[in-house]
T-cell receptor
Framework: SQTIHQWPATLVQPVGSPLSLECTVE??????LYWYRQAAGRGLQLLFY??????ISSEVPQNLSASRPQDRQFILSSKKLLLSDSGFYLC?????????????FGQGTRLTVV | GQNIDQPTEMTATEGAIVQINCTYQ??????LFWYQQHAGEAPTFLSY??LDGLEEKGRFSSFLSRSKGYSYLLLKELQMKDSASYLC??????????WGAGTKLIIKP
């Protein structure tokens, strides 16, 4: 069966510090991978998605970046965090083609920038 | 622009029935999803509608009317564990998911 791992679960970082969140998927090949952010009381905002190794699409311009160094690994990074980067970050995957299937989410990372 | 509207919060009684509505305006339509999200946890998939009508899955049912841009999630025989946020999401013409802000459902004994 397929599983998705995302870590860490919680993170408190000072403003201006770097960020690296990692997500890995097991039990499937060539998945579509996604990074979302969810602010309190808000819907999910798509940040990045990837359809293959090294292929990253950015949905929202900001100081975050994403990379996919391996087929089932997706990394969210920042060189310098802002206060506004605080939120709940979710990694998700879906099968290819994903037109009639749902997305499966990791446990999420609660990031607080102080 | 694209828009998904859901009530912010609803309250219901254990054992009762509740209907959570979702209206959408998107550039194209390729399916509507409902997810459940407990506080501090990731969303989990509940249902998928792409054709008009009702999809039933145990205590949960989801309805879609594409002409009206409308869906609802119906929860029967409510249990305390159903207290959660319920997210409506629409897949648009580019097959991207557009998410509503979610409806927080509070179940009272």
């Amino acid at each position: 069966s397929q599983t998705i791992h995302q870590w860490p679960a919680t993170l408190v970082q000072p403003v201006g510090s770097p960020l690296s969140l990692e997500c890995t998927v097991e039990g499937t090949s060539n998945p579509n991978l996604y990074w979302y952010r969810q602010a309190a009381g808000r819907g999910l905002q798509l940040l990045f998605y990837s359809v293959g190794i090294g292929q990253i699409s950015s949905e929202v311009p900001q100081n975050l970046s994403a990379s996919r160094p391996q087929d089932r690994q997706f990394i969210l990074s920042s060189k310098k965090l802002l206060l506004s980067d605080s939120g709940f970050y979710l990694c998700a995957w879906s099968v290819v083609p994903d037109r009639d299937t749902e997305a499966f989410f990791g446990q999420g990372t609660r990031l607080t920038v102080v | 622009g694209q828009n998904i509207d859901q009530p912010t919060e609803m309250t219901a009684t254990e054992g009762a029935i509740v209907q959570i509505n979702c209206t959408y305006q998107t550039s194209g339509f390729n399916g509507l999803f409902w997810y459940q999200q407990h506080a501090g946890e990731a969303p989990t998939f509940l249902s998928y509608n792409v054709l008009d009508g009702l999809e039933e899955k145990g205590r949960f049912s989801s309805f879609l009317s594409r002409s009206k841009g409308y869906s609802y999630l119906l929860l029967k025989e409510l249990q305390m564990k159903d207290s959660a946020s319920y997210l409506c999401a629409v897949r648009d013409s580019n097959y991207q998911l557009i998410w509503g802000a979610g409806t927080k459902l509070i179940i009272k004994p």
